[in-house]
């Protein structure tokens, strides 16, 4: 079947540390994957996305690698920022039917 | 361009009654989703439309949740009744066909609490 492993939160950094968060999937096929965010009050946003393998997402300063090897789609950030502080969830969509699995959510809180 | 609308924002119920929500989705596109999101998960799909027919609603509870795209446009969420588990944030999607690029828009949710 197909699904999306996040790692799990709270996260917890202070301004202009490093971010990370883990993103495994199980598919069949070739997905496309995707990193939406949803900042407090607020509706999900695509953040980036990668439709093949090596593909490399950006947007903001983050970024994602897709990994056929390793079935991953980390985010990363150099150096974050308080109003980085949201809920990020991984996604992946089947290669045929348009349908979309999502991750549990990582909540990220970025202190001063 | 405008943003996936939905209606009401807010709702607030007792177990056994029944609701409804509304979504209207960015023009042109013909993918419509339903997700349920339960506080502290992932959005889970609960119906996927294409244009007005109905994709994947296997995860839809149909005894008592049932759906509606009319005219391939707006859409209708109908809980009835509804439960106490039933309390989520409901959210609406939409996609428009781009290639090998199928992004999803998202509208703000509506927050249904059942007491």
């Known amino acids: 079947g197909n699904s999306v492993t996040q790692m799990e939160g709270p996260v917890t950094l202070s301004e202009e540390a490093f971010l990370t968060i883990n993103c495994t999937y199980t598919?069949?096929?070739?997905?496309?994957l995707f990193w939406y965010v949803q900042y407090p009050g607020e509706g999900l946003q695509l953040l980036l996305k990668?439709?093949?393998?090596?593909d490399k997402g950006s947007n903001k300063g983050f970024e994602a690698t897709y990994r056929k090897e390793t079935t991953s789609f980390h985010l990363e950030k150099g150096s974050v920022q308080v109003s980085d502080s949201a809920v990020y969830f991984c996604a992946l969509r089947k290669f045929t039917g348009n349908q979309f699995y999502f991750g549990t959510g990582t909540s990220l809180t970025v202190i001063p | 361009e405008a943003g996936v609308a939905q209606s009401p924002r807010y709702k607030i119920i007792e177990k056994r009654q029944s609701v409804a929500f509304w979504c209207n989705p960015i023009?042109?596109?013909?993918?419509l989703y339903w997700y349920q999101q339960i506080l502290g998960q992932g959005p889970k799909l609960l119906i996927q439309?294409?244009?007005?027919?109905?994709?994947?609603d296997s995860q839809l509870p149909k005894d008592r949740f049932s759906a509606e795209r009319l005219k391939g446009v707006d859409s209708t969420l109908k809980i009835q009744p509804a439960k106490l588990e039933d309390s989520a944030v409901y959210l609406c999607a939409s996609s428009q066909l781009q290639g090998s690029s199928y992004e999803q828009y998202f509208g703000p949710g509506t927050r249904l609490t059942v007491t």
């Open positions: 439309f294409q244009n007005n027919g109905v994709v994947d």
């Open positions: 990668a439709t093949k393998a090596d």
């Open positions: 023009s042109g596109h013909a993918t």
């Open positions: 598919a069949t096929g070739y997905p496309s």
